[in-house]
């Protein structure tokens, strides 16, 4: 059977449980979904509760297929209402823990409380699967990659480490949580997004570690035999597809051979211009430079994944520099800030890591300033000083730390890209306008992974079908966030039927898609909805910045022209 | 034997890459990102990349994320 950890940071005790039958069927994003609701329909939570108080409840899950052997079932999700945006939020990402947390047997950690005596600890579960916290004072302020290694060196190389570097014990609202990847315990997969770091931090938890048991959890399955079939034929399919898939190839850093040719790669702060020198930031210079310094991609960032994006990046002398280096990363400290040093990137990547905040927020927040005059376009060293002006907590830093909006707000700007207070991704919303949809409709802000049409609509920067493609997307994401990583499961489509069968060989009951598709899909979302809605959020949420609807973009010459009726009718299931 | 996205097509000799991929269904207009043994080629060389017996070649195209 299946367990769960209660947290109390107030009493500072840890209590092991049985997990509830009512989530067995729940994973990831769909059990962030229904915990945080019940919660509210239970009356422990008041949706509309200071995210920073002592009834919010940081949740970290697994998805609903953990503990098998289908491919990227190890993702975890940190699940909270949400510091930067107020509403409901689940970051996801990979990394070892998920793997670990399923072979102790738990599906889910929920903190709760604030602490009373205004101590720093971590939460330990050794190889018996005992847990409990322990005094972290001596890791007050350090950098991730610290933490990592004060882990191993107390317990060895076979753990995991979640962990919030400065930006989270700051309380900055852009603070991330770092998750150590399998193999390197790199701190470099994150739960980036949201100020689900600055939670951890308000909460007095510096980090999650936990050892690899002696004894791993079994899974118990319904019927095993179905299971393995159809886990057997959909990796086969997904390890075929990887072979040609460019993440695997190269990395999410291929991403920019698409935008920065058709106008959807930001560049200096979305202004709509394109960036001629995007080459500069492009697979073959990258791969050149991996090759060159003893660096690598085809890299998993947790063990059984077939896709392998990840990546280590060394610098010019060949001493390793950072990992898990995005494209989301390289587009928005790049070209959005007039910048196109792939190392300087990847030294701000690095601290992004270190410091524990979410690249998306930084890279937008870095443009928006420089937007606003407060530094020179593509003043890398002058992005780098900043950084490090937030891991000190000193002059603009706090500001900086608190992301795109505090950042804009600050310095008088008209044109911040953010919805519900989140930052947007490296994709221009008027030349993907589903992209464009996505973003201002997500319940989780504007979201990189929510729901990017690119390449899926018949025209990225026109009208046609954008509402249609935004409205199916956002609800496949929402079950592949609650199952597997959505880069495996975007070569998964033409079996997606097989999906019901891993559920049914799991848990038992009827072979059913809609199981998956309607259950954990689309259920997730309007549930995500309501409980925004619960909070406070009102259709004026779900809007783009005007800037984008009003300034032409200069590639294209398109606005994002989706008008709200086109918006209203897409969550009408 | 070359081999384009794990599909089989004759060798000839003086074959260039340029050749193989204009002769095969794969769509290589748009972003496309191609590699000949692993190994990334650009585009502006696919017309003076010689292919031997035996070569596998991939068209990739890019998609979204990250």
């Not at chain 1, 995991?160 to 193999?183: D, N, T, W």
């Not at chain 1, 030294?347 to 992004?352: A, E, F, H, T």
């Not at chain 2, 496309?32 to 070649?57: F, P």
Request: charged share 25%.
């Amino acid at each position: 059977m299946w367990s769960k950890l209660i947290v109390n940071m107030a009493e500072a005790t840890v209590t092991k449980l049985p997990y509830d039958e009512e989530y067995l069927q729940l994973g990831g994003r769909a059990l962030v979904a229904n915990y945080f609701m019940d919660l509210v329909k239970t009356g422990k939570m008041d949706p509309k509760c200071d995210p920073m108080g002592e009834q919010n409840v940081l949740m970290f899950c697994t998805g609903v297929l953990a503990g098998t052997n289908f491919t990227t079932s190890y993702r975890i999700s940190v699940g909270c209402k949400s510091p930067l945006t107020g509403g409901i939020k689940e970051a996801s990402s990979g990394g070892y823990m998920g793997k670990l947390m399923a072979d102790q047997g738990y599906r889910m950690i929920t903190v709760h409380g604030l602490p009373q005596d205004g101590k720093l600890r971590y939460l330990h579960i050794d190889k018996e699967g005992n847990a409990e916290l322990v005094d972290a004072e001596d890791l007050r302020l350090k950098g991730t990659y610290d933490v990592v290694d004060a882990m191993r060196e107390r317990y060895g190389d076979g753990i995991s480490v979640a962990c919030i570097g400065p930006a989270g014990e700051r309380l900055y609202k852009a603070a991330s949580i770092q998750i150590s990847e399998f193999g390197t315990l790199h701190p470099s997969r994150v739960a980036a997004r949201g100020g689900v770091g600055a939670l951890m931090g308000v909460k007095g938890l510096k980090a999650v570690v936990i050892e690899k048991p002696t004894i791993p959890y079994k899974v118990e399955y319904a019927d095993e035999a179905m299971f393995r079939e159809a886990a057997k034929e959909l990796n086969a399919f997904i390890a075929g597809a990887a072979k040609v898939d460019p993440f695997h190839n190269f990395g999410t850093i291929s991403t920019i051979e698409k935008t920065g040719a058709n106008g959807i790669l930001p560049v200096e702060n979305f202004s709509g211009k394109l960036y001629k020198d995007y080459k500069k930031l492009g697979v073959e210079e990258f791969l050149g430079r991996l090759a060159a310094r003893g660096g690598c991609n085809k890299k998993p960032c947790q063990p059984g994944c077939l896709v392998q994006c990840s990546n280590v990046y060394h610098d010019a002398d060949g001493k390793y520099l950072t990992s898990g280096f995005e494209y989301e990363t390289i587009a928005l400290f790049g070209p959005n800030c007039r910048i196109d040093d792939l190392d300087k990137i990847a030294v701000m990547d690095r601290m992004c890591d270190d410091i524990g905040v979410d690249t998306i927020e930084m890279g937008t927040a870095c443009g928006v300033a420089m937007d606003a005059g407060k530094l020179e376009w593509g003043d890398a060293d002058g992005v780098i000083a900043m950084l490090e002006e937030m891991r000190q907590g000193v002059g603009f830093g706090p500001t900086l730390g608190d992301g795109c909006e505090a950042v804009g707000l600050a310095l008088g700007a008209k044109r911040i890209p953010t919805v519900k207070h989140q930052a947007i991704s490296g994709y221009d919303p008027r030349n993907t306008k589903g992209t464009g949809i996505t973003y201002a409709t997500c319940p989780q802000g504007a979201d990189h992974t929510a729901a990017l049409t690119m390449g899926r609509a018949f025209d990225d920067a026109g009208r046609t079908a954008q509402a249609y493609a935004s409205n199916k997307l956002q609800v496949a994401i929402c079950f592949s966030d609650s199952m597997m990583c959505l880069f495996a499961f975007s070569n998964v489509v033409p079996k997606m039927h097989l999906l019901a069968n891993l559920m049914s060989g799991l848990y038992g009951g009827p072979v059913d898609i809609t199981r998956v598709t309607i259950g954990l899909g689309v259920k997730t979302l309007l549930t995500e909805r309501a409980f925004n809605k619960l909070a406070g959020f009102t259709d004026e949420d779900d809007k783009l910045p005007e800037f984008f609807l009003t300034e032409r973009s200069a590639a294209t010459g398109a606005v994002f022209d989706i008008n709200p009726v086109e918006m209203e009718v897409l969550f009408d299931f | 034997m070359i081999t384009v996205n794990e599909r089989n097509y004759d060798f000839r000799s003086g074959m260039t890459l340029l050749d193989i991929l204009k002769t095969d269904a794969v769509d290589i207009h748009g972003a496309v990102l191609v590699t000949l043994n692993g190994s990334l080629i650009s585009k502006e060389k696919y017309n003076e990349t010689l292919l031997n017996d035996g070569d596998a070649v991939l068209a990739i195209k890019v998609v979204s994320g990250g």
